[in-house]
Structure formats: C-alpha cells, structure tokens
C-alpha cells in the first residue's frame, strides 16, 4: 500500500470518503465494546472458581497455628508471605499482607508519610510546601491520581526500553522537594518495559536531595508473563536488596498483589520493606487495625501454595491473553502496518496492555470517534501525569477483557479512526 | 459474712494470710489464662465455617448481576449493603463497605479529614493546633490510641447509665478545638450501656463551636445480644436521621463489622453517612482503591441474607457466650458479693465485656497478681485516655475466649488478688 505522505490531496481525500463509509456502517452497528481498563475476564477469574474449596473442609489453621478466622497476626499469616517473598525474591520477613488492592497499600504509605512522615524524615510530607513526585511516562494512571489528590506536583519522566531515563531522573531528584517516584518495573503500565539492571542499580544508588526520597516500587505484573517462551520472560532484580547494598537501605517500598493472579474482586496485596521502614509503619498498622482477613490468606496459600503453583496459575492466564493480545496485534498489523512512521504498537512479553503510538495530534479525536461508533477505549492522555499527553500520541489498549471477536471489531474500528484522523491532519499541513 | 470495713486490724491480717496462702497455691498451678480482648472463641468461630461453601458452586453474581470476582462496585454489592443497612436501621445508598475492619474505616476516616478536612472544615484537621477528641470512659482503648496517634489531646467524658454525661459534653464541644468524640452507643465497651434516645437526640442537636465536629458512631455491637429474652435487647435510634432532623446533617460517620458475627480475622465492614459526607469521602475512596473484597461480601450475603438470618446467627453466639458470662458473674457474686460497696461489675445485656470495679488504687495491683498467677487481664487504666485510670479503679474482663472451666480459675484467682489488695489497702489507711 502506498504511503499517506507519498498520496496526493485527491488521494487522501478519495481515502478519506472510503473509510467514512466504512466507520458509518460501523457506527449503524450499535456496538459497545469496551477496552478500557486491564480487567481479567470470566474465564481467567473462572481459574480461581475453586480457592475457597479448601477451607470447609479444614480446620483453619495457618502453618503456625493460628486461627485464621480470629482476631491477631497483623502482618498476615507466613503461609502467604512465603509465597509472596518468593515471587518478589525477599525475604517473608520483609512483608506487609494488607486486604484486596495493592493501590490501597500505595495510597496507605503516602498517606502515613502526609501525616506523620517517614522514619527519616525532617518533617511530615502534608508541611513539605511545593512537593513533587516523579512519573515515568507513559505510566499508570491510577499511581498519578494518588500524589496528585495528595498535592504532590507531577513531574513527568520520558520513559526508554530501560525503564525510566536516568540521566533525567538523577538530575531531577537533587532537587529536595522530590520525595518520591512511580515504578512499575516489570512490564510497565502501559508500555511493558522491564526495567534493565542498571536502570534497578542507578535508581537504588543515585543520590537524592531529600534525605526522606522514596521509590514506590509497584511489582504489579512481576509474575504476569505473556510469552510462551520462557526465555523471553522479564524479571528485575530485588530492589530492596540494591538499595540496601548502595546504601540507601530505607529508600524502597515495594508492592504486589493476586488481584490479577486470582480474584480482581477479592485477592490479597502486600507491601515489602526493610526493618526500618517496616518498624516504623508497623507502628501507625497497629493503631489502623487489628489485622487483615486471614481467611482470605489462607484460601490463596493453599490454592497456590508456592512460586511454582503461581506460575502454573499465570501459564494459564496467558494461554487465555496469548490469543487476544495476538488479535489486536494482527489487525494492527494488517491495517495500519504499512505505515509504521505514522503508527507503532508495543509488543509486550507480559503485563496488561498493548500501547498504540498514533501521528500525534489524533489521539484525543480517535478515542472520540471510536466512542462514537461504540467503542469505548482508555482515554487519550490517561497515562500522563493530570492526563495530559503533550503530544496527543498514544492510546492505552486492554485486550483481557473482551471476547477476541469484540476485541477484532473493536481493533477494526480503531484502525479506521486511526486512518481517517491521520488523514485530516495531513490534509491540514 | 463480715464486711471487711468492720474488721479489726487482727482480722484482716488474719484474712490476708489465709488468701497468701490460696494465693500461693494457684501460684505453683503453672496456668496460663487469658481475658484480656474481646475475642470469639473457636465455637462461635465455627458457626460460619460454611460460609464459602455457597461460593464454588455459584455465579459469582451479585444481585446486579456483577461478577464479583472482578474490579468495580467500589461501594461494594447491593447484597451486603441491604442486610448493613437493614442493621442499622439506615439506607443502604448511605453505606460503603470496606474490608475486613471497622477499626480500619475509623481510621482512614479521620486520615482523611487529618490530609483533606471534612467537607465543611476550614482547614485540613492535621492544620489544626490543639485540636481534641472526646472520649467517654470507660471506653474502647482502641478508638482512645487512634485519636492519640494522631496528634488529638484525649478529653475524657465521664459516662452514665444513659450514655456520655450530656450536660459535660454539651459544655466542652463550644471550645472549636474539640472536633469529635468517640460512641459505642448499643453495650458499650467495656461497661455495656445503652444511650437512651435522650442521650442520641441531645448529640444531634448540640451546638458546636467546631463547624466540622463529627461524632464517631461505632455500633460494634448492634446486634450483639446476650439476653435470652428479647424485651431487654438494646437498642439506639438511627442517628444519622436524628443529626438530619436536628439540622446538623453531617454530623455523624456510623461503623459496624462482622468480625464478631462471622470471623473477626476475615470478615467484612462498613460505614455509614449522609450523602454530602459520603459523595466526598467517595472522591477519596475513589482514589484509595478500586474496590474492596467483593467475593467476601458475596459471602457474607448469601450465608446470612437479611437482619433475621444475622439475628438468628447472634443467637448462637448468645448460647455459646451466656453461659461464660454467667460463669464469671457467679464467681463475682459468691466471692466478694459480700462487699459491694467495695467491689461491684456489670451486667450486660450484650457485648463483650463484664467491667469489673474495685477498691480505687488497686487495680494495678490487682492486674500484676493476676498475671504472677497466670492470669492475663486487660491493662488496668486500658479503658482510658493514654492508658490512665485516675482512680485506678476497674478492670475489663472479656469472658468470650476461654473455656468456661478456664474462665472459673481465672475468675476466682482475680477475686482472691482483688480482697488481698483490698485489705492492704485498708490496712494502709
């Protein structure tokens, strides 16, 4: 197919009235199709229909003893911790278990450090005037809309296939009201990057003006591979053991969850950090509550009682995503292929998403178009700090979800837009 | 028997040897004892074993038809909210569920209004200097240590049969530094009372000299009965219409859980407020989380699907705690009845506590024997500001835990501590 900058005014035009017909036909069809968030679907929560199986049948008691269903044991039962230490490469002792979400950990952590600071903190973080925090782009959403409703101003941070750019990053964090930065390391929300070792090293180890700087090391997708070959699996290093070695011990919190390893709608997180920092928050955990649910802990801990059973559970989750994400990438592909100067995707080896870079400018009005004709698609800018994209340039895509038949139509209508907004834009140089 | 008010100097020392002695007797026992928190023992525990038994052979599906396995309904299910409201006497679009601790929502309540302010504060409470918290005592020294982590001076209230002392509260709540108070209003903990409506309409209405005061409405026990017979089950009216009634609509946040229904270490909790408090907690809940454990609010729906079902639940709790409670009253009564104006206790109609009261200084001493003999008790002064009894005069016994027979020895060995200290005392004066 030729290129749309080789074609002509009367070209694109010609172009542009083909692909206007095709996007009313598909706006005729009443479709609502939904891409928007990295929701699992039923048959990947179906996996984990049975975790709850074990626990009428037992006596509820966790490896030490306890009486899951009474109150106590506040930091979560070491059945479950074992197996989240394993995942994370630390050590069970370093674990926090907290209730269903992990992004409730991440909000719990700031919000400690707002009113009381952190262990080595001058002052409490709500009296540090102007505060900012970094934010790898394109990132989660999610993570921004926490510092930016704890009046953090974000700063954003150009992200490379090594994760976030270090050059930028060290020079910005001398500054002291820097206090902190988002990091999902392994196959990044929403680009899937793994963070490379030395991006790991060079984050552990810069230096930083504030004393109280912390990484929020969300390890949301650690085990969440999408390849078939496991040689291609991401992984990272543990990044509590490089902060510890540079010596910037207290510098990391670390967080997990099974939301997208059993149920999104009840699964289990944790947060992982050194003595220090676990000291000093176990203190304020105390006061908040008496514990979380163990029932819940010993449920997973016995439905998936070790890495190797988590890993066998995510060998299924990907047989389920392989062939979604591998129809998005393929009508992708076919439709906008021949023109990769224009349109690039990211072909991720795990994690939730595929990351659609358009002519910039377009994406707004493609997510527009799309909704227009039923398909309703993260919107344009969602992950920038304050929702902004400068560049207008990327879409967020989410194909767990959806059927693959939804996800091909829905990619299909996309594409249209894609094409039909390129257009318009070349036509208006 | 003879009141030891009469007794010569010969006579009690007399009396004091002979307890030494029994005292020294329990001493080489070895026991190990426990009534020190309000915990459920292993049998009530077993009554919702079951309770996932509903959960792999259904849809996952709330009455909305929502997959609870997944993301969303960041309030939580229709189901669940129906039987909290039901409770509570409220509407259920006036409920969020949370996770598994009420004590968890109290807090991150008053985080919130610490970072944010209320919605109708001046400023964030964390800007306020000198800002204070009422607390009725005796009282929960749970909700006493939030408010003391958080930077609040702890006022405490004296409370009577009716509830906190009306006339002392109304004066102290004019100062604008004073921004709540804590209420256990239905068998409060640790002394059983139940507010009388007077007392509930008296708190709705009073002025305020902060704008944004807020009462903290635990309702732990709402339907926690002991009494077989139902005529003397308490009961409070619904608060949060009295605030509505008496023009101070934002006044309240109630709270209740089913720790001490189903499991206290994975049950489900939930507050309660008007809409304007609710819409803008929402906008920070938002942030906090997705959602919260869904499949456990499933549960809990369908294993006890309306405020009949949790009656009938608490009823067998009542049959299994009745006759501990009873255990310890009778050895209360046989052992130091004789005396008291000396030593009196409570006797609730629900709860989880019998309060013990003694000789004004002795309480410390009282818990210390105990606890030489094996015998763990509750801090004495636990139910007050920073730990502090001014009289030093009670002691919270939790009679759930132990077995009965436990309980007895343990009941016993506190009363013999009880007259030792109680004769040093008179023969010091």
């Known amino acids: 197919m030729k290129s749309y900058k080789e074609m002509s005014v009367e070209e694109l035009t010609q172009q542009r009235a083909e692909l206007t017909k095709l996007y009313e036909e598909y706006k005729t069809m009443d479709l609502s199709l939904d891409m928007t968030r990295g929701k699992p679907s039923p048959e990947q929560l179906d996996l984990s229909n049975h975790m709850y199986d074990v626990l009428s049948s037992t006596d509820f008691k966790s490896c030490k003893n306890e009486d899951v269903r009474n109150y106590g044991v506040p930091a979560g039962i070491e059945d479950v911790r074992k197996v989240f230490a394993e995942i994370l490469g630390t050590d069970k002792d370093n674990l926090f278990m907290g209730n269903s979400s992990s992004l409730n950990q991440m909000f719990d952590a700031i919000m400690r450090a707002m009113v009381f600071g952190e262990v080595d903190s001058p002052k409490p973080w709500s009296q540090v005037e102007g505060r900012k925090w970094l934010c790898p782009v394109p990132g989660y959403d999610r993570h921004f809309r926490v510092t930016e409703k704890l009046g953090f101003e974000l700063i954003a941070v150009p992200i490379t296939d090594e994760g976030p750019d ?20 392994c196959y990044s929300n929403p680009d899937g990057i793994v963070y490379s070792e030395e991006t790991c090293r060079r984050l552990a180890s810069m230096k930083t003006g504030a004393k109280d700087f912390r990484i ?59 003595k220090e920092n676990m000291d000093y928050s176990k203190k304020i955990l105390g006061v908040q509550a008496i514990c979380t649910n163990k029932v819940n802990q010993l449920a997973h801990a016995r439905f ?19 062939p979604k994400f591998a129809a998005v990438s393929e009508i992708l592909e076919n439709e906008l292929g021949f023109e990769k100067d224009i349109w690039h995707w990211t072909d991720p080896k795990g994690g939730y998403f595929i990351n659609f870079y358009c002519l910039p400018g377009t994406a707004t009005n493609i997510v527009a178009m799309c909704k227009e004709a039923g398909v309703s698609l993260t919107p344009a800018g ?13 879409i967020r895509l989410s194909p767990s979800y959806p059927p693959v038949e939804d996800l091909r139509t829905a990619t299909k209508i996309l594409t249209v837009c894609a094409k039909i907004t390129a257009i318009d834009k070349l036509l208006e140089e």
Chains 1, 2 share one sequence.
């Open 304 to 322: 998936l009682p070790d890495k190797e059973a988590v890993l066998g559970q995510m060998r299924k989750h990907a047989a389920i995503l392989r």
């Open 166 to 185: 270090m050059d930028i990053v060290e020079k910005l964090v001398s500054d002291e009201k820097v206090l902190g930065i988002w990091c999902v390391p």
């Open 382 to 394: 969602a992950s920038y700090p304050y929702g902004k994209d400068p560049d207008d340039a990327s």
């Open 216 to 274: 929020f090391w969300d390890n949301a997708y650690v085990v969440h591979h999408l390849a078939e070959d496991e040689s291609q699996w991401g992984s990272v290093p543990d990044i509590l053991s490089l902060c510890a070695e540079a010596g910037n011990p207290n510098r990391v919190y670390e967080f997990a969850s099974s939301s997208k390893i059993t149920f999104a709608g009840g699964g289990i997180s944790c947060f992982a950090a050194n």
